[in-house]
């Protein structure tokens, strides 16, 4: 019983490698794609077209 017991926590062992992993690798992604909050909340300034109408 001890192998068997053992052997499933090996196999759990890889399994929360495995989520970590995965965790990181989204992480990373999320960093990688993160628009600046600078450019989120820049003002847009009127287009020429919009002046033209008012």
Excluded at 34 to 51: M, Y
């Amino acid at each position: 019983m001890s192998e068997n017991s053992s052997s499933k926590s090996r196999g759990e062992q890889i399994q929360e490698a495995e989520r970590e992993a995965a965790r990181q690798r989204i992480l990373a992604q999320a960093e990688a794609e993160r628009i600046p909050v600078e450019e989120t909340t820049r003002a847009v300034p009127d287009r020429p077209w919009r002046r033209r109408d008012r």
